[in-house]
């Protein structure tokens, strides 16, 4: 799903992003929501201020979910806050949502609307994100449970590598992250990235990672590359 940037500088000019992530196996906070994919970017970005589409389509089984998300989003030195709009294709776990990415009337619709609030003091990175509208999960009262979770991360550079050491939360009871009953970690990971020098002006971004969910007790190896002109 979308990534939020932290800590970005303020563009004075327009700049805008093309790419492409092909991965093994798309996992998302712990979760696993698919099988081999492209994951495509597009971007605008000027003085801290972006709006930016990212999607997920599945190369090699046709029962993968489709998703598009739009992200806008405002960074300031290391503050950074956004609103993010999902979108799945198959509706999510209600069966009265069609899918249909037109349709946002409540219990209806297959959007999830999420906000994301965050701080990178630069050894070390905070976020929280929190469903508040649309096709979100429900608590143990039935109830919506305006879903939510919670990141740490850490960058750091290793034996010629770029690492992002993770660990993220699900603080309550919540349908939407593997039916957390409550306090959860869904996730723990440790991912390097390395730029590949193909040619003298093209480099390709590699990486790969292992994350755990302590909450299913499953365990997923990653690896993928970008595309970017």
Avoid at 36 to 47: E, F
Avoid at 62 to 87: C, H, M, P, Q
Avoid at 129 to 148: L, P
Avoid at 153 to 161: H, K, V, Y
Wanted: hydrophobic share 40%; charged share 15%.
């Amino acid at each position: 799903m979308t990534l939020v940037t932290t800590g970005a500088a303020a563009q004075e000019k327009i700049e805008g992003t093309i790419a492409a992530d092909f991965v093994n196996q798309y996992i998302w906070r712990g979760q696993d929501l698919g099988h081999v994919a492209v994951q495509p970017t597009l971007g605008v970005a000027w003085k801290g201020l972006s709006l930016t589409a990212w999607g997920s389509v599945g190369l090699t089984d046709s029962e993968d979910t489709k998703e598009l998300d739009l992200t806008l989003a405002y960074a300031w030195r290391g503050f950074n806050i956004g609103v993010i709009d999902y979108w799945f294709d198959k509706g999510g776990a209600d069966p009265a949502c069609d899918g249909k990415y037109f349709t946002y009337a409540a219990h209806k619709t297959a959007h999830v609307w999420e906000v994301n609030v965050g701080y990178d003091f630069g050894p070390v990175a905070l976020q929280w994100y929190t469903n508040f509208a649309g096709n979100d999960g429900v608590g143990k009262s039935g109830k919506r449970a305006y879903s939510s979770y919670m990141e740490v991360s850490a960058p750091f550079r290793l034996a010629g590598l770029d690492w992002k050491a993770a660990v993220g939360a699900v603080p309550y009871a919540t349908t939407s992250y593997s039916d957390a009953g409550g306090f959860a970690v869904t996730n723990v990971s440790l991912r390097a990235t390395k730029d590949i020098t193909v040619t003298k002006s093209f480099t390709l971004p590699v990486f790969a990672g292992v994350t755990a969910n302590p909450s299913n007790e499953k365990a997923y190896l990653l690896f993928g590359f970008t595309l970017q002109p």
